[in-house]
């Protein structure tokens, strides 16, 4: 499902952000990508999303190398993709209904079926009456499930996370890793980044810690 092999990332200025990442994530896996801050916990989920390109090595995502695939498809390739981020990345100046319903705009989705679609995943998290509110009326954890609801709302296959509760109380953190089991449960592909450690262990899925850039466990 997801490849690395010998993945390294280098950014202008000459920071590894990572050296030599070998993985291997299974079709249908749950994984937690951890590590202390700067450690290419962002940077290993940008690369899959195709938001940064690597350096060296080959990343395979579904049998697709990505080297292959030109900027003008990328837009295409991240239809298999939903993305969460810290920091919501929610349209301040949008409805609640457009900042979910925007990637299935983007793909051109009837009107119909964006409208089917977002009340399903706004439902889903349980904020179908925030429908009509825009985000600055939301407390962070209710913007975080509408981030959530984004990145779901066009049934990606994978599901990428980064620090989706590092600024979250204790009970909406587990409320939001709870979430993301749901979609795991269903057959979506789950990794999620996070340095709460012992957050993520009382989840019982696989951990892949780094450390400078590099894999120093992934059991």
Not at 90 to 102: C, G, H
Not at 122 to 142: A, H, Q, R, T
């Amino acid at each position: 499902m997801i490849q690395f092999t010998n993945v390294s990332m280098i950014y202008p200025g000459g920071n590894k952000a990572l050296q030599d990442i070998d993985l291997s994530i299974e079709k249908g896996e749950m994984v937690y990508i951890s590590g202390r801050s700067g450690a290419g916990k962002s940077t290993l989920l940008r690369l899959i999303n195709l938001i940064d390109r690597h350096t060296r090595g080959q990343i395979v995502i579904k049998g697709q190398n990505l080297e292959r695939i030109k900027s003008k498809r990328i837009s295409l390739f991240r239809r298999n993709i939903g993305f969460i981020f810290q920091d919501h990345k929610l349209l301040n100046d949008r409805t609640i209904f457009d900042n979910v319903a925007l990637p299935l705009v983007i793909a051109g989705n009837t009107h119909q079926d964006i409208k089917r679609r977002v009340q399903a995943s706004l439902d889903k998290v349980g904020l179908l009456s925030k429908i009509n509110s825009y985000p600055m009326e939301l407390s962070s954890g209710e913007r975080q499930r509408i981030g959530f609801a984004r990145a779901v709302v066009h049934r990606p296959s994978i599901l990428l996370a980064d620090e989706p509760t590092g600024n979250l109380d204790p009970a909406l953190s587990w409320e939001i890793m709870k979430l993301f089991e749901q979609f795991n449960q269903v057959g979506v592909t789950v990794m999620i980044a996070s340095h709460e450690i012992d957050m993520i262990r009382h989840m019982q899925k696989r951990i892949i810690i780094l450390n400078e850039g590099r894999v120093i466990n992934a059991s």
